[in-house]
């Protein structure tokens, strides 16, 4: 059984248009992370939540907000969408502190057309 | 800021014979560093993690020491498996006592082994 879960597996978005991609842990962590995968660029480090409060944003754009209702929530909300946000969105979790293993799910592939 | 070069891919090799990945980082911190491994349709997943320097790390017959003189890192099995082909990534943490759950991740290396 997948430990995270992530909402939908494919997206396809029009230009300028807005989406939400969901993830949900059950594996008991406190801290939760989006990372970005594109053709032309390792995968990013986005963002990282712990205890639902923002710890790290190495995001550029406003358009990309985290939005997390719950401890085991975490969506990313993307808006004004462009074709160079193609890309798959990982969502990842672990436990803060020390250097605990990040655990991915599977992501959201993300095509802007 | 913090970055990792790795070998470029893809790397095809036969079955049984053995495989060299390098790695190498820059940071200003003291890092954990990481091999990760991704199969198609997953997300990426820990093979093994060394926090210190000087340190070896293993899983599955992979292995990496940890070289803080060199600033390297580099992924070795004896004898590959078809079932090892996949995309590598080393990655760099951050400081040991400090997971931000910030990683730095190399390129990736796509290992395609051959029966």
């Known amino acids: 059984d997948p430990k995270i879960i992530q909402k939908p597996k494919y997206l396809v978005a029009v230009t300028g248009s807005e989406k939400i991609l969901i993830c949900e842990q059950y594996?008991?962590?406190?801290?939760m992370y989006w990372y970005r995968q594109s053709a032309k660029k390792p995968l990013e480090f986005m963002f990282s939540?712990?205890?639902?409060?923002?710890?790290d944003n190495q995001t550029a754009s406003s358009r990309f907000q985290p939005q997390s209702s719950k401890k085991n929530h975490l969506d990313l909300q993307i808006t004004a969408l462009k074709p160079d946000d193609s890309a798959t969105y990982f969502c990842?979790?672990?436990?803060?502190?020390?250097?605990?293993?990040?655990?991915f799910g599977k992501g959201t592939r993300l095509t802007v057309v | 800021g913090d970055s990792v070069t790795q070998t470029k891919g893809p790397v095809t090799l036969s079955e049984g014979t053995s495989l060299t990945v390098n790695c190498s980082y820059e940071t200003k911190q003291y890092p954990t560093l990481f091999w990760y491994v991704q199969y198609p349709g997953e997300g990426p997943q820990l093979l093994f993690k060394?926090?210190?320097?000087?340190e070896k790390g293993s899983n599955r017959g992979f292995e990496a020491t940890y070289d803080k003189g060199t600033t390297s890192f580099h992924l070795q099995k004896a004898s590959v498996q078809e079932s090892d082909s996949a995309v590598y990534y080393c990655?760099?943490?951050?400081?040991?006592?400090?997971?931000?759950?910030?990683?730095?991740f190399g390129h990736g290396t796509i290992l395609r082994v051959h029966p």
């Open positions: 990842a979790s672990s436990q803060e502190g020390g250097d605990t293993e990040v655990f």
């Open positions: 594996l008991g962590h406190n801290a």
């Open positions: 939540y712990s205890y639902q409060k923002l710890m």
């Open positions: 060394v926090p210190k320097a000087n």
């Open positions: 990655v760099l943490g951050g400081n040991t006592g400090a997971n931000t759950g910030k990683l730095t």
